[in-house]
């Protein structure tokens, strides 16, 4: 298996942006922790039957689709019903990863977990790049994405780990405040080339 990079940060910091540029830029290939999330419980997958048969048909979509918000709704409330479905995910997820990180056929691959810090990623990780913004920031971008309250992101953000803390497990941080404009992307780009190659370099010492 080659190196794999850890990319991680709060909610709205960047991370999906600035992945997407070492893949554009250098053809890095990307494992985005969410999108397995939603691969393992896809119509047909053993999480989404299992789901179905815990829970019953009410959290299925009409399409047989998983319907989040019901799922969202059945579990706010229940302890043990979240803890059953995070066990029953948590192994899928991973196994799925490690599946796919072992196919990776770039240098080098980028890991991008939100919740990396708080769920104890890092064994599949050879090294962490955190995404760095200020609250103020990630409240204000996520607010413009995903069309919420600043209410709604407030309690996103206290449920992850602090910056401070996030920071504490960083071996590179990439700073991601300034909005972008061309010079700002330029900047940006560069530090991405200089990370690159740094990965490179490593990545080599993997062999
Ligand atoms: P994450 O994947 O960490 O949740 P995204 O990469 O989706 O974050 O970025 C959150 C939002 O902010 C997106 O709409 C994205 O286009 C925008 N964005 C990201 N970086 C910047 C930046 N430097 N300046 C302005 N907008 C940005």
Same mark, same amino acid.
């Given at each position: 298996m080659t190196m794999v990079v850890g990319l991680t940060g709060g909610i709205g910091s960047g991370k999906t942006t600035i992945a997407n540029l070492f893949h554009d830029q250098f053809g890095i290939e990307i494992i985005d922790a969410d999108v397995v999330a939603r691969e393992v419980v896809e119509p047909g997958t053993r999480g989404l039957n299992a789901i179905a048969e815990y829970f019953g048909e009410q959290v299925l979509t009409s399409e047989g689709e998983l319907d989040r918000a019901a799922l969202r709704e059945r579990i706010f409330s229940n302890v043990d019903e979240k803890k059953w479905l995070n066990n029953l995910l948590h192994p899928l997820i991973r196994q799925s990863i490690t599946q796919q990180l072992s196919k990776v056929s770039s240098d080098y691959s980028l890991l991008v977990v939100p919740l990396l810090v708080e769920n104890s990623w890092q064994p599949m990780i050879d090294r962490l790049l955190v995404i760095d +913004?200020? #609250? &103020? %920031?990630?409240? *204000? !971008? %996520? @607010? =413009? @994405? $995903?069309? +919420?309250? &600043? $209410?709604?992101?407030?309690?996103?953000?206290?449920?992850?780990?602090? !910056?401070? &803390? @996030?920071?504490?497990? *960083? $071996? $590179?941080?990439?700073?991601?405040? *300034? #909005?972008?404009? &061309? =010079? %700002?992307?330029?900047k940006l780009l560069s530090q991405v080339t200089v990370l690159h190659k740094k990965y490179l370099a490593l990545s080599h010492s993997y062999l």
């Open positions: +913004v200020q #609250p &103020e %920031t990630q409240i *204000a !971008r %996520t @607010r =413009q @994405r $995903d069309g +919420v309250s &600043e $209410d709604q992101v407030h309690s996103i953000l206290a449920s992850q780990a602090s !910056r401070e &803390e @996030r920071l504490s497990f *960083a $071996d $590179d941080v990439i700073n991601n405040d *300034a #909005p972008l404009n &061309e =010079q %700002t992307k330029q």
